[in-house]
């Protein structure tokens, strides 16, 4: 794995041109038992229990939330996409999905922790709506999808969005973070997703997933490949690509980080820029005792 991250492997899983950083992004999951799902979402899915998450739902959550931040003093002089993104860095659930513009520091997520357990990588191509695959929220006051059954931007509920930003917070910058954000697929009763699988276990094609579970698999509407295909299906959100982190590769591929160029550890990838400002006294008292003395 670590050998097929260095030589770009990653570019080389579709039939078209794919670039980390530009139309593909990645991120690490320490378990692979969980979804590809948003904060926002898993937060609505565990206090709904009669019924699936709908639009409407993360809609009411993330105006709510935006309302009372807005109360609070939090987000002046800011577009609601900006408040957004820095609620979801410190640990608001938001309907974004955090992921890195490299496989390396999206690698780190998926070994750091739970060693006992298998990680996942996954790699995703948004497709936006076809046209446009990012959404520059600095450049609306609200937020594009806010309103209307289906939201401000057209195809909202197939798309799936890059959210560039432009933080100056060194922990984004370290992690060579970015956002994704797009709506909750379209499902329809009796609807059920294929899963690759053993064929002859499942017949063709795999077990399926009823159609209220096909969120937790993805809350974006993402078409998982296992092989390559001429031209991305532009009647998803975007494409995507899982790769299983084995457990007993997690030690090793974090000493890989750890011996990397810039280092990728705990301490790197979470700088502690909020404990430092004594250590920044000590040193300028110093450099002015050292003169005096002199």
Same mark, same amino acid.
Not at 28 to 33: D, E, L, R, T
């Given at each position: 794995m670590w050998k097929w991250i260095l030589e770009e492997?990653?570019?080389?899983?579709? &039939?078209?041109?794919?670039?980390?950083?530009?139309? +593909?992004f990645?991120?690490?999951?320490? &378990?692979? *038992?969980?979804?590809?799902t948003s904060s926002l979402y898993r937060k609505c899915r565990s206090l709904l229990e009669s019924r699936r998450v709908e639009e409407r739902d993360l809609e009411l959550a993330e105006s709510s939330i935006m309302c009372q931040m807005r109360k609070q003093g939090i987000g002046r002089r800011m577009t609601d996409g900006q408040l957004l993104m820095v609620l979801q860095h410190h640990g608001t659930p938001t309907r974004l999905l955090d992921v890195c513009g490299s496989p390396f520091e999206s690698l780190f997520f998926a070994v750091n922790d739970l060693h006992r357990k298998d990680g996942c990588l996954f790699l995703i191509h948004p497709h936006g709506d076809g046209q446009d695959n990012e959404?520059?929220?600095?450049?609306?006051?609200?937020?594009?999808?806010?309103?209307?059954?289906?939201? *401000?931007v057209e195809k909202w509920t197939s798309a799936v969005y890059l959210t560039p930003h432009k933080s100056l917070d060194p922990r984004m910058h370290a992690q060579n973070g970015q956002f994704l954000v797009g709506g909750l697929s379209r499902v329809f009763p009796g609807q059920k997703m294929r899963l690759s699988g053993n064929l002859s276990a499942h017949g063709n094609g795999g077990p399926r997933v009823p159609v209220e579970n096909v969120p937790d698999i993805s809350s974006l509407n993402l078409n998982f490949l296992r092989s390559k295909i001429h031209r991305p &299906?532009?009647?998803? *959100? *975007?494409?995507?690509?899982?790769? +299983?982190v084995k457990a007993d590769w997690k030690e090793g591929l974090m000493a890989r980080l750890q011996a990397h160029e810039p280092e990728i550890s705990f301490d790197t990838m979470y700088p502690p820029l909020?404990?430092?400002?004594?250590l920044a006294d000590f040193i300028v008292d110093r450099i002015f005792m050292q003169n005096n003395n002199h």
């Open positions: 492997g990653y570019c080389k899983v579709a &039939n078209w041109h794919l670039e980390g950083g530009e139309n +593909l990645f991120r690490g999951q320490a &378990n692979s *038992g969980f979804g590809l959404l520059r929220l600095w450049e609306t006051e609200n937020l594009p999808w806010a309103g209307g059954k289906d939201g *401000g &299906n532009l009647s998803w *959100g *975007g494409t995507a690509w899982v790769l +299983l909020g404990e430092v400002s004594r």
